[in-house]
Every structure is written in structure tokens, then in C-alpha cells.
């Protein structure tokens, strides 16, 4: 069946973007939101709106009894997770689906499996995708200092649950590892409700690459290339682009059908991005885990090949088969996305919630800004810090690059800080210039004192 109201069950930019696709289709939006968020956009911009509780999120966006009562009390056929909150909770999705309407994602079945790191892995494993040398499961502590022996150090302690860098810590011999696994555990379970870890080699200044996969839930699977999102703090994306820079095309074409492969090994459902580490030296990539939602960095990949992602969620979930073949789907210059987040970057990126006092958004060709800003509006200060995301298309790199500088620069978002200085500091980097980064080379780039005052002039 086709979707006729949409319940959104998030907020900020996401919500905004996924109100835009819905209202292309011609589908009436119900947005959520909590008390902290009565004045957000995306409320204004929805047909309806409801308010799901307090602000603090676990007693709103992350209340599953009170989000599923609130899209079922508003009539809504479906519902649409976003990213973050609920958008990987294999239970709300459950709820979604035994109230009668659709979860605009998978099933809650692959959810649960691909959202377990080491079931991903077994996944993968089956459906031959590389993975990094490791645990074959959850283990014990004694378990750990034998899988370490045997596929060497250094070594990475992972949570099976989870995400967002929680419960993972690397461990250089065994002394480490005895001290450190009892950490990453505590932590694990804090976070998440579940202290199973597991093992990782550590593999050595890699790259994060990552395949967007769209797939209909009936074992039809396609990709939509590649994404570069190395540029990492605190193991956080802040710079993403596509394609991937300097990728031999074998070895593209082999990470984007190993993507597939596993997409339509676990019938996936919607869009779903699998993520990668590189070892460029060796010419090698591994499996490390799988998203089940939207990304934050989907822009990148839609530049390049003018889908509209979330729309095709939307259909996919109303019941059709995949929109596009994948002889249809092709790869057009090159797009890059920053995040900017509410934070200091010349203050060890202090948070810094405020009022919008004036905004003044570049407009041209290959220029796209995802956010939920207007003129006078107060930034919650309970919530992510991301306002929006700026995205640049170009026909080459070296243009992304500039273009962003050139647009970076006329952006204006008046009385906050916000990450620009950051993302201008990066932009003009003869290093991010040539692509000579991987995922552990920001933070030290910043350690050493590249980023200064004179870049948020």
C-alpha cells in the first residue's frame, strides 16, 4: 500500500529533509517533536504536529510507548526513525509494525542482526565479504587474550552492540588487554544494556569507506557507489565525500558488489550503508559493520547520482520494488559534505547553544544546505549539536574543495559558534588537498595546532 500520512519520528535536519521527500510524493507528514522543540522547523513545516513529551529525549524522541501511541493517535500508515534516537532500535520497529503501520526501514529481524557487530560479521563472513582478522564471536576475557595471540597486536576491543565509538578501546599487549577489556565491558553495558565484546585486529591508519545500499526487503539489492569519511574526531564523521578518492576501480567495483551481496543476503529492506576500513597500502578493505537507516552524509551520495534517497525509502516502504536497476545509477563528479555543529572548534569544540540572530544561506549551482535554522530561533541546548550540513558538488575534487572554501566563507549564522573555522582550516590543508589522511589523522592535525584563530576569521 501506498503511504498517505508519514508520522516523523525526529527531529532537527533530518526531519526537515525527510518532510521535503515526503511532500515530492504527495504524502501528508505528521511531525514529532518534544516541548524543547515546539518552535523547530520542521514543525512549521509539517502538515501536522504532536508533541511526545519533555525535553529530555529519553522521556520524548526515546520513548517508544509514547512515539507509537503518538503516530497511531494521528492516523499515520507509517514511520519514518531518521537517523540517531530510534532509527537502529530493533524493538521500535516491532512496535512500528504490531500497530499497524510500516517501519520505514527494515524488518526488526535484520535490524537485531545486522545491528549486533558480531552477528554483521558472521553475516558477512557467509556472504563473502572480507572481514578484519578477529574474534568469531562474543568472547570472555580468557577468550581474548587467545584471539589476540593469535592474530597479533595491537588489537581492538569492540562492544557487539551499539556504536558512535562506545565501549571500544586498543590494547597493545596482553597486559593492556586484561586492564582494558573490564573497561570496554563496563562501558558497553552503560551505553547500551549489553556488555558483550569483541576482538579486532587493529588495522593500521586505514580509511573509512562506506557503500550505500538501497534494497526492496524481497532479496533485490543495489548500490549507489561509495563514500570517503575518514576525516574522524573522537571517531565522529565531520568531513564525508563521493566517490572515494584515489580508489583503484577494481577495487570499488569489488567493495560495492561485496555490498550488495550482503544487502540481498539478509533481504534488506530500504537504505542501509555498509561501512569498511581501507588499508590503501596493501590495497585491501574489511567489513566492519552495517547501518540500517539513512545517513547523515546520504547527501553526498545523492549529488553524485541525482537519487533522491529518502523518497526511495519512502516508496520502497509503501510497498515498491526497487525504483531503479543498477545499470540505471551512475556516478557524475565529485561531492563533499561538512558537518556543522553548534561548538567552539578554538575551545576544544565547547557546545554553544544560542539564538539564531541572523542567517544568510549561499545559494548557485552544486550548492545544497540541510538544516532547520531560521532567523530568531533558539538551538535547544538538550540535544546533538549538528545545525546543518553544507554539501558542494563539482565535476573534480580540487572544485569540491574550493567551492566549499568559496561558500564556507559567505555562509553566515549569526550569534552562534559554529565548526566553519574547522571545515575552512580543512578545506585549505595541503594534506585533505592530496587525500593523504586516513581515520587517525585529525586529531593530532588539531593536537599539533593547525586550527588557530586566524581561521575563523
Given at each position: 500500500m501506498?503511504?498517505?500520512?508519514?508520522?516523523?519520528?525526529?527531529?532537527?535536519?533530518?526531519?526537515?529533509?525527510?518532510?521535503?521527500?515526503?511532500?515530492?510524493?504527495?504524502?501528508?507528514?505528521v511531525?514529532?517533536?518534544s516541548?524543547?522543540?515546539?518552535?523547530?522547523?520542521?514543525?512549521?513545516?509539517?502538515?501536522?504536529?504532536?508533541?511526545?513529551?519533555?525535553?529530555?529525549?529519553?522521556?520524548s524522541?526515546?520513548?517508544?510507548?509514547?512515539?507509537v501511541?503518538?503516530?497511531?493517535?494521528?492516523?499515520?500508515?507509517?514511520?519514518?526513525?531518521?537517523?540517531?534516537?530510534?532509527?537502529?532500535?530493533?524493538?521500535?520497529?516491532?512496535?512500528?509494525?504490531?500497530?499497524?503501520?510500516?517501519?520505514?526501514?527494515?524488518?526488526?529481524?535484520?535490524?537485531?542482526?545486522?545491528?549486533?557487530k558480531?552477528?554483521?560479521?558472521?553475516?558477512?563472513?557467509?556472504?563473502?565479504?572480507?572481514?578484519?582478522?578477529?574474534?568469531?564471536?562474543?568472547i570472555?576475557?580468557?577468550?581474548?587474550?587467545?584471539?589476540?595471540?593469535?592474530?597479533?597486536?595491537?588489537?581492538?576491543?569492540?562492544?557487539?552492540a551499539?556504536?558512535?565509538?562506545?565501549?571500544?578501546?586498543?590494547a597493545q599487549?596482553?597486559a593492556?588487554l586484561?586492564?582494558?577489556?573490564?573497561?570496554?565491558?563496563?562501558?558497553?553495558?552503560?551505553?547500551?544494556?549489553?556488555?558483550?565484546?569483541?576482538?579486532?585486529?587493529?588495522?593500521?591508519?586505514?580509511?573509512?569507506?562506506?557503500?550505500?545500499?538501497?534494497?526492496?526487503?524481497?532479496?533485490?539489492?543495489?548500490?549507489?557507489?561509495?563514500?570517503?569519511?575518514?576525516?574522524?574526531?573522537?571517531?565522529?564523521?565531520?568531513?564525508?565525500?563521493?566517490?572515494?578518492?584515489?580508489?583503484?576501480?577494481?577495487?570499488?567495483?569489488?567493495?560495492?558488489?561485496?555490498?550488495?551481496?550482503?544487502?540481498?543476503?539478509?533481504?534488506?529492506?530500504?537504505?542501509?550503508?555498509?561501512e569498511?576500513?581501507?588499508?590503501?597500502?596493501?590495497?585491501?578493505?574489511?567489513?566492519?559493520?552495517?547501518?540500517?537507516?539513512?545517513?547523515?552524509?546520504?547527501?553526498?551520495?545523492?549529488?553524485?547520482?541525482?537519487?533522491?534517497?529518502?523518497?526511495?525509502?519512502?516508496r520502497?516502504?509503501?510497498?515498491?520494488?526497487?525504483?531503479?536497476t543498477?545499470?540505471?545509477?551512475?556516478?557524475?563528479?565529485?561531492?563533499?559534505?561538512?558537518?556543522?555543529?553548534?561548538?567552539?572548534?578554538?575551545?576544544?569544540?565547547?557546545?554553544?547553544?544560542?539564538?539564531?540572530?541572523?542567517?544568510?544561506?549561499?545559494?548557485?549551482?552544486?550548492?545544497?544546505?540541510?538544516?532547520?535554522?531560521?532567523?530568531?530561533?533558539?538551538?535547544?541546548p538538550?540535544?546533538?549539536?549538528?545545525?546543518?550540513?553544507?554539501?558542494?558538488?563539482?565535476?573534480?575534487?580540487?572544485?569540491?574543495?574550493?567551492?566549499?572554501?568559496?561558500?564556507?566563507?559567505?555562509?553566515?549564522?549569526?550569534?552562534?559558534?559554529?565548526?566553519?573555522?574547522?571545515?575552512?582550516?580543512?578545506?585549505?590543508?595541503?594534506g585533505?588537498?592530496?587525500?593523504?589522511?586516513?581515520?587517525?589523522?585529525?586529531?593530532?592535525?588539531?593536537?599539533?595546532?593547525?586550527?588557530?584563530?586566524?581561521?575563523?576569521?
Amino acid at each position: 500500500m501506498a503511504i498517505e500520512t508519514l508520522f516523523i519520528a525526529n527531529r532537527g535536519e533530518i526531519a526537515v529533509r525527510i518532510i521535503r521527500a515526503a511532500q515530492s510524493l504527495g504524502i501528508k507528514t505528521v511531525q514529532a517533536y518534544s516541548e524543547a522543540d515546539a518552535e523547530m522547523l520542521a514543525v512549521r513545516l509539517a502538515d501536522e504536529a504532536v508533541c511526545v513529551g519533555p525535553a529530555p529525549a529519553a522521556k520524548s524522541y526515546l520513548n517508544i510507548p509514547s512515539v507509537v501511541a503518538a503516530a497511531k493517535d494521528a492516523g499515520a500508515d507509517a514511520v519514518h526513525p531518521g537517523y540517531g534516537f530510534l532509527a537502529e532500535n530493533a524493538d521500535f520497529a516491532r512496535a512500528v509494525e504490531d500497530a499497524g503501520m510500516i517501519f520505514v526501514g527494515p524488518k526488526a529481524e535484520t535490524i537485531e542482526r545486522m545491528g549486533d557487530k558480531v552477528a554483521a560479521r558472521i553475516a558477512a563472513k557467509e556472504a563473502g565479504v572480507p572481514t578484519v582478522p578477529g574474534s568469531d564471536g562474543r568472547i570472555t576475557a580468557d577468550e581474548a587474550l587467545s584471539v589476540a595471540e593469535e592474530i597479533g597486536y595491537p588489537v581492538m576491543i569492540k562492544a557487539a552492540a551499539g556504536g558512535g565509538g562506545r565501549g571500544i578501546r586498543i590494547a597493545q599487549d596482553a597486559a593492556e588487554l586484561a586492564r582494558l577489556a573490564p573497561q570496554a565491558r563496563a562501558e558497553a553495558e552503560a551505553a547500551f544494556g549489553d556488555g558483550g565484546l569483541y576482538l579486532e585486529k587493529v588495522i593500521v591508519n586505514p580509511r573509512h569507506i562506506e557503500v550505500q545500499i538501497l534494497g526492496d526487503g524481497t532479496g533485490a539489492a543495489v548500490h549507489c557507489y561509495e563514500r570517503e569519511c575518514s576525516l574522524q574526531r573522537r571517531r565522529q564523521k565531520v568531513w564525508e565525500e563521493a566517490p572515494a578518492f584515489g580508489l583503484p576501480d577494481a577495487t570499488r567495483e569489488a567493495m560495492c558488489n561485496a555490498a550488495v551481496a550482503l544487502a540481498e543476503a539478509v533481504n534488506y529492506r530500504g537504505a542501509g550503508t555498509i561501512e569498511y576500513l581501507y588499508d590503501a597500502a596493501a590495497d585491501e578493505f574489511y567489513f566492519i559493520e552495517m547501518n540500517t537507516r539513512i545517513q547523515v552524509e546520504h547527501p553526498v551520495t545523492e549529488m553524485i547520482t541525482g537519487l533522491d534517497l529518502v523518497a526511495m525509502m519512502l516508496r520502497i516502504a509503501g510497498g515498491e520494488t526497487l525504483p531503479v536497476t543498477q545499470d540505471q545509477i551512475t556516478c557524475t563528479g565529485h561531492a563533499i559534505e561538512v558537518r556543522l555543529n553548534a561548538e567552539d572548534p578554538l575551545m576544544q569544540f565547547m557546545p554553544f547553544p544560542g539564538n539564531v540572530a541572523s542567517l544568510s544561506i549561499p545559494e548557485g549551482e552544486g550548492l545544497r544546505f540541510d538544516h532547520f535554522l531560521y532567523e530568531g530561533y533558539q538551538i535547544p541546548p538538550f540535544y546533538d549539536s549538528l545545525l546543518g550540513k553544507m554539501i558542494v558538488h563539482a565535476p573534480t575534487r580540487e572544485a569540491a574543495i574550493d567551492l566549499m572554501a568559496e561558500t564556507l566563507k559567505d555562509l553566515e549564522i549569526g550569534g552562534l559558534k559554529t565548526t566553519t573555522p574547522l571545515h575552512l582550516a580543512l578545506a585549505a590543508d595541503p594534506g585533505v588537498r592530496a587525500g593523504d589522511f586516513h581515520t587517525q589523522w585529525l586529531e593530532p592535525w588539531l593536537d599539533a595546532g593547525n586550527l588557530t584563530a586566524t581561521d575563523a576569521a
